[in-house]
C-alpha cells in the first residue's frame, strides 16, 4: 500500500489508504439509534471512539431517502443527478416499462471501488441484500484474489468468476440467514472480519438491510441488541488494524397514525378523482423485491403527468395536509441532486409520520407485523457519519453527505 498514487473517481480525489479501510452503511440508521445504544451501554467501542477517540459527525443523506440511490452516491462519492441511480425502482418512460434499478447498465458513471482496484487495491464489498451486489461491484475483477463482492442473501452460491471468492459459508462459520432477520446483517459483519483476517482488502465497504429499524424503534431491547452486535464487530475490526467510518443511506420516523394503522395518503387515488382515471401516474420509488416490512410505502414519490395539469395538481398536493413538497421536475431535480430524465413531471415529498400510496389495492400490509415505520423523505435525510480517529480539514461552509464518507476517512481522518 505504499508509493501509491492519490486516485481520482467523478471528479474527487482520494488518498491511497495507509491501512485498510472499512465503509459501514448502517441501513436506515437515524442517529438516535446509535445515541440511544449508547447511552444504554450497549455500544463500548462506539461510545469510545464518539467520547474522544473518534469522530462523531452528522450529514445528510441523498433524496429519495431509499437504499440504491444512497448505496450508489457512496460508491462513486456523488449525487445521482451524476451517476444516474434515482430510486429503488423507476419508470423507463422510453420503453413504458416500471423496472427496478438494480442493473449495471443503469449507472452513468464508475465507481471508487472499481477505481482502486484497477490502481492496485484490494477491494471487498458486503453488501446484505442481492439487489446491490451487482451494482456495487460494477467493473471489478474478479478471479485474481484483488476483489470480492457478494452478497450475504446468496453467500452460498458465490464463485470465483462472478463474486470473486467461493466456500464463504465454510469461511463464515454461519449458514445463510432469511433475508427477513437481523442475522443476514450479522453475516455481513462476521464475513467482513473473516476477510479482513485472511485477505487484509484496502478498500471494504459493508452494507446491512433495515429490518430491525422497520420494525423496532431507537432505544428499544431489539434496536439495542443489534447496535451491541455490530458494535463488538468494529471492535474487532479495528483490532485487525482498520480504520473504520460509519453512516447510514437514510434514517426511519414512524409513519402510523394513533390507533396503529399506516399513515397514507394515496396519490393514485387523490389524482384520479381529481382528473380522471389514467390521467396520471404514481410511481414509488422504495419499491424493491423486499417489501414485506413497509408495504411499499414511503415519504416519496414522482408523478408522470399531462403538462395542461401540472400547475393545477402541484398546487393541490402542496395545499393538502401531509404533504411537504410538491415540486415539478426542474425544481425538485434542481433540490434533490436528481437526473431528470428518470423523474416524473411532480416530485412528490410527504411530512416526518406520512407515508405515499398509490391506491390501497395495489399495496399489501399483510406482513406488516407491527406499526409502520418507513423513509423517503426529507425527514430521514440526517444520518450520522463516525469515525475511528479524529478528522481534520473539512470545510465548515460546505454541507456533509453521507457520500463523502471515503473522502472524509481517506482524506482527512488523522493518526
Not at 464508475?110 to 451494482?135: H, N, P, Y
Not at 475483477?141 to 468468476?161: H, I, M, N, P, R
Not at 482498520?242 to 426511519?252: C, E, F, Q, S, V
Amino acid at each position: 500500500m505504499t508509493g501509491k498514487q492519490d486516485i481520482k473517481v467523478n471528479g474527487r480525489s482520494y488518498k491511497w489508504p495507509d491501512r485498510p479501510v472499512v465503509a459501514v452503511c448502517i441501513d436506515g440508521s437515524e442517529p438516535a439509534y446509535i445515541e440511544e445504544a449508547v447511552k444504554a451501554g450497549m455500544m463500548p467501542w462506539t461510545e469510545k471512539i464518539i467520547n474522544g477517540q473518534g469522530s462523531d459527525l452528522r450529514c445528510d443523506c441523498v433524496v429519495p431517502s431509499f437504499t440504491n440511490p444512497n448505496n450508489m452516491s457512496i460508491a462513486t462519492g456523488v449525487e445521482p443527478s451524476i451517476h444516474g441511480i434515482c430510486g429503488n425502482f423507476y419508470y423507463d418512460a422510453e420503453n413504458d416499462r416500471e423496472v427496478m434499478m438494480n442493473e449495471p447498465h443503469l449507472l452513468r458513471v464508475g465507481t471508487l471501488f472499481s477505481a482502486f482496484q484497477e490502481a492496485g487495491a484490494k477491494v471487498v464489498i458486503v453488501t446484505a441484500k442481492d439487489k446491490l451486489r451487482k451494482m456495487l461491484g460494477h467493473g471489478l475483477t474478479f478471479g485474481d484474489g484483488s476483489g470480492v463482492c457478494f452478497s450475504s442473501e446468496k453467500a452460498d452460491v458465490a464463485s470465483l468468476s462472478e463474486h470473486g471468492i467461493e466456500g464463504v459459508v465454510d469461511l463464515v462459520g454461519k449458514e445463510v440467514p432469511s433475508v427477513y432477520s437481523a442475522e443476514l446483517s450479522e453475516f455481513i459483519f462476521a464475513a467482513g472480519v473473516k476477510l479482513m483476517d485472511t485477505m487484509r482488502p484496502d478498500i471494504m465497504y459493508l452494507s446491512t438491510t433495515d429490518y430491525i429499524q422497520h420494525k423496532f424503534a431507537p432505544g428499544s431491547a431489539g434496536a439495542n441488541a443489534f447496535y451491541a452486535m455490530m458494535d463488538g464487530y468494529f471492535a474487532q475490526l479495528e483490532g485487525l488494524g482498520a480504520r473504520i467510518a460509519l453512516t447510514a443511506d437514510h434514517g426511519m420516523n414512524l409513519k402510523h397514525d394513533v390507533d396503529g394503522d399506516p399513515d397514507v395518503i394515496y396519490l393514485q387515488t387523490e389524482l384520479d378523482a381529481m382528473l380522471g382515471v389514467n390521467e396520471a401516474r404514481v410511481i414509488l420509488p422504495i419499491t424493491d423485491p423486499y417489501v414485506v416490512h413497509h408495504g411499499a410505502l414511503g415519504s416519496f414519490a414522482t408523478v408522470y403527468i399531462k403538462p395542461e395539469h401540472r400547475a393545477k395538481v402541484s398546487a393541490h398536493l402542496q395545499a393538502m395536509e401531509g404533504i411537504e413538497s410538491a415540486l415539478d421536475n426542474a425544481a425538485g431535480c434542481e433540490k434533490f441532486g436528481l437526473p431528470r430524465d428518470r423523474m416524473g413531471d411532480l416530485i412528490v415529498v410527504s411530512s416526518k409520520n406520512k407515508v405515499l400510496g398509490t391506491t390501497s389495492e395495489r399495496h399489501d400490509l399483510s406482513g406488516l407485523d407491527v406499526p409502520l415505520r418507513s423513509h423517503g423523505g426529507i425527514s430521514e435525510q440526517c444520518v450520522p457519519l463516525i469515525v475511528s480517529q479524529t478528522v481534520s480539514g473539512l470545510d465548515a461552509d460546505k454541507r456533509l453527505r453521507n457520500f463523502d464518507i471515503y473522502n472524509v476517512v481517506l482524506n482527512h481522518a488523522q493518526g
